[in-house]
């Protein structure tokens, strides 16, 4: 089999996989990792904001749902937090107060026990800058400002999406493989 095939072949194997993976990589919004987990388990989540303004991000602040009981916060170098409760002193929410420059991320983790019931969790945040401009994550899937959202199943249940592409990756590439390594056809004359 001519070599130029199977580099074809390759070639068509990795941009398929770069074009699975290309939602993954143009989410740029306030994400909470992981984005899937199993019920009644102790999850560490992690809240990832990027700066996706010309201006510092000032303020960070999180809406826990109601299946979730928050029990511990990592602390975040140059970060101050407000764990927010209410009456019955059950953690609501955080507000995370310091400076991320433009073009920089920064991870809020902390430790949550997770529903006992299988469920979709939302986790409405809202972003502020040093201009006085305040995104809200809050809206549905799809949206220009969704909430992150982590499904909870049970531990069979509880399959991360970016598997599933992974998956699929990998069956387009041996499909796309055995189309370049079959025999081609003896030139007529």
Known sequence: ???????????????????????????????????ASTTG??????????NEKQVATTRVEIRFPAGVRVTAFADVPGWQLEVLT??????????????????????????????RDASSLAWPTFQTYADGQRVEWTGPP???????????????????PATYASWAALAMSLVALGFALRKNPAPQS
Not at 14 to 29: E, K, Q, Y
Not at 142 to 160: D, E, M, N, R
């Open 1 to 35: 089999m001519p070599m130029a095939n199977i580099r074809r072949a390759l070639a068509a194997a990795a941009s398929l996989a770069a074009l699975l993976s290309l939602p993954t990589l143009l989410f740029g919004h306030a994400v909470v990792f992981p984005k």
């Open 41 to 50: 388990a102790y999850e560490k989540y992690v809240l990832r904001v990027p």
């Open 86 to 115: 209410d009456s019955a002193k059950r953690v609501t929410g955080a507000v995370w107060t310091g400076a991320l420059a433009p073009r920089r991320f920064v991870e809020f983790s902390f430790v949550a026990a997770n529903p």
């Open 142 to 160: 799809g949206s220009k400002s969704p909430a992150s959202v982590t499904v909870i199943g049970t531990a069979t249940a509880a399959t991360p």
